[in-house]
């Protein structure tokens, strides 16, 4: 038993350091003073094992200090170890980051339970020192809570929806960033196909969606600063994810000692070059801004945001939350959340095609009975074979294996636990969209289990990979979208092929994404229903 073991290694631990400093020390009483010492450790190592637990879920017993960390060292496959815990454990336990606890909620009654009828406890986000540095404090949307985030989602969406997002003018942005990738990618790969790096391309395409929602901004693929741009955003992914943030978070002041604080330092430099970015996008508004706009439809969501806060001004109102900081965190999370977990699908996605070239022939198969030239929103319910391949991409890619983590609003007493305020909870998505109980061999990329008998698409409840309840993911329907018609033209117009020995392995950061790869792209050619990309 892992308590038994870890009061026992402590026991002979700390009776062996005690001897050692009496001895130094040259020290008399020693009897008393060491039950005196047992006493302390044992009181702490109970309270640690067995009394802080008590009031939470059960799960793998913990460590003294570093919790279940040192579960996760050496583990290729993080999905692996959280499925053997659901499976020892249930749908809700407990992981212990070191001195916290993370209840993950594991099976879809609890999640629905915890996260849609009791959405007002289990909707708010953690915010600590790595947080607070980089979002400047409560500031943007992903980190924030109460009214401020209500306001400023609510904000978001709506204009967002006002630019088309699941509507013809959102298609179009797509399908004319969709057709510049296709004709870099044609005039890359040449005639007979070239081996190319997608990766940096497809990033241009979907980091030109986004710029353009949000500033009226697109690149040219070769735009140099574009994919410096997409490399912070990789960058940061990474660096956030690193152990040593745990230190910065619990004890703040390591952040400032040298040596100690190399990735500390590495983080605040990707910050304040995106700041940088962000600064320049808002001043050239600024500079832009003529009064008449306010009667205007706004044209990203840069002038919605300042055409909002005239109108206010004008009509007396209150300007809530609404401020120049806000405006440029708010910019910030939108250009990371919108760009850094579609890329990465994406990422996935070409990927998987490669490795499983039967799945990429029968997509094709399909896209070609539709027999136009450009893959179209309207044309998505004579596709299901398509869409159930994105799912299983989704689904295989699982890219946040770990949830944005929610925390507990107030203190709460559910099933037998005890919440307090501030502790750590989240759906976790992952567990669900692998596990072997909804999902047969769920290693397998298999796009046919989204299949029903009569070959339309099924809907299972488990595959959330925009999770859900009121932190559900914001840009659910633009990033459906991108995937759709992004990968539905390429398949369309491409083959893509990797060598055998190009892994699936999954490297870890805030999204896990694939090991950088390149594969040889080839431009379809005659079997196929048309010649050229449009
Ligand atoms: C394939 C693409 C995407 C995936 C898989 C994805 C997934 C997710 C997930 C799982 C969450 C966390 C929800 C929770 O806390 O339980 C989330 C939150 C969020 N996503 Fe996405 N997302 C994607 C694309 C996008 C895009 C394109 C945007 C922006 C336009 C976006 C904006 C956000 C925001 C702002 C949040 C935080 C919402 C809040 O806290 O209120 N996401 N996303």
Redesign the pocket.
Known sequence: MPSLRNAILLTIATTFLYFRIMRTLNFDNYMATYIYFLTCITLYAIYELNYKRRRLPNGPVPWLVAGNMPSFINVNNVDVLFQSWKQQYGGIFTVWIGPIPLVMVSDLPTIKKYFIQHADSFSN?WRNFVTDSIMEGSNG??QIDGNK?REQ?RF?LHT?RDFGVGKPLMEQMITLEVTSLMNHMEKSCGLDGKELHLCPSIAVCVGNI?NNMLFGLRFNQDNSYMHRLHQLLDDQSHTVMQPIMGAYIAFPVTSKIPIINGEWNRLMGIKNELLEFLETQIEGHRMNWKDEMIEQEPEDLTYAYMIEVEKRKRNGEDVGFFDDQQLKMLLL??FF??ME??VT?LKWAFLLMAKNQKVQKNVQAELDSIGQPMIEIQHRTRLPYVQATINEI?RIAN??PI??L?TVAEDIEIDGYNFKKGDLI??Q?SILMNDPEIFENPEEFNPSRFLDEDNNVKKIDEFL????????????S??RA??YLVFANLIQNFNFEVADDVTTERVLGLTVSPVEYSCKITRRGLDHNQNSVK
């Open positions: 986000r949307i992903v985030w989602r978001a967002l986004i999370d939108l959340a919108g977990t579609t699908t989704q890219i946040l949830n944005l929610r989240i759906p998505i990979p925009f999770s859900i309840g009121r932190r559900q993911c914001l840009g659910e633009l990033a991108e995937l």
